[in-house]
């Protein structure tokens, strides 16, 4: 069983970055597909940014393209986050999975998930 835990969030201002960090613990997730996924209240979880279990592909929602980037090591999986916009607001979940995809289905092991807040 993977155990994730998200860090880095917080409230900023429109324009602002931020990084958010997942430090998968309990067992190996080298060999994992890792992604991110968001909800803001009163809407559905929605795919944010995924990366494959070597690192070399990446997949983004629309919203977040150019905008945000997910990147990994051996020891956690980091979404940094620029030029925040107010419709960036959710909560921000870490996923692990055995396939990298862009649904929730494709995650197994989730994140308790951590606040992010942006102002206008």
């Known amino acids: 069983q993977v155990q994730l835990v998200e860090s880095g969030g917080g409230l900023v201002q429109a324009g602002d970055s931020l990084r958010l960090s997942c430090a998968p613990s309990?067992?190996?997730?080298?060999?994992?597909?890792m992604g991110w996924f968001r909800q803001a209240p009163g809407k559905e979880r929605e795919f944010v940014a995924a990366i494959s279990k070597i690192g070399g592909i990446t997949k983004y929602a629309d919203s977040v393209k150019g905008r945000f980037t997910i990147s990994r090591d051996n020891a956690k999986v980091i979404l940094q986050m620029n030029r925040l916009k107010p419709e960036d607001t959710a909560v921000y979940y870490c996923?692990?999975?055995?396939?990298?995809?862009?649904?929730?289905?494709?995650?197994?092991?989730w994140g308790q998930g951590i606040q992010v807040t942006v102002s206008s």
């Open positions: 996923a692990a999975g055995v396939r990298l995809g862009e649904s929730r289905s494709d995650y197994r092991n």
């Open positions: 309990g067992r190996s997730f080298s060999w994992l597909a």
